[in-house]
Nanobody, 124 residues
Framework: QVQLVESGGGLVQAGGSLRLSCAPS????????MGWFRQAPGKERDFVAA????????LYADSVKGRFTISRGNAKNTVYLQMNSLKPEDTSVYYC?????????????????WGQGTQVTVSS
């Protein structure tokens, strides 16, 4: 069974940093773009960032530009989300997913192979 596994979440004070990781289990996704999304309780799942299969292109939500950085590991199979200057409004469950279309996308419905998510809580 193909699965994405997120890790690295936790509780951090406002202004702090966390680094999330996303690794596949069961197959490799190094040939596809990957994305990070987040979902707060009672809200829709929102786009955070995406990275192309070669890491040459990235895309960010306006709310995280300049604070978050998406990257891929050397084998291109693991995706990271470095989150700096965290704010209480960043509190959410963070998910990674695979995008198999052209270019990059911020549309939730265009992604698949979703992981179970990792909780990020930012205290004020």
């Amino acid at each position: 069974q193909v699965q994405l596994v997120e890790s690295g979440g936790g509780l951090v004070q406002a202004g702090g940093s966390l680094r999330l990781s996303c690794a596949p289990s069961g197959r490799t996704f190094s040939s596809y773009a990957m994305g990070w999304f987040r979902q707060a309780p009672g809200k829709e799942r929102d786009f955070v960032a995406a990275i192309s299969r070669s890491s040459s292109s990235t895309l960010y939500a306006d709310s995280v530009k300049g604070r978050f950085t998406i990257s891929r590991g050397n084998a291109k199979n693991t995706v990271y989300l470095q989150m700096n200057s965290l704010k209480p409004e960043d509190t959410s469950v963070y998910y990674c997913a695979v995008y198999r279309g052209p270019n990059l996308s911020s549309t939730v419905a265009e992604y698949d192979y979703w992981g179970q998510g990792t909780q990020v809580t930012v205290s004020s």
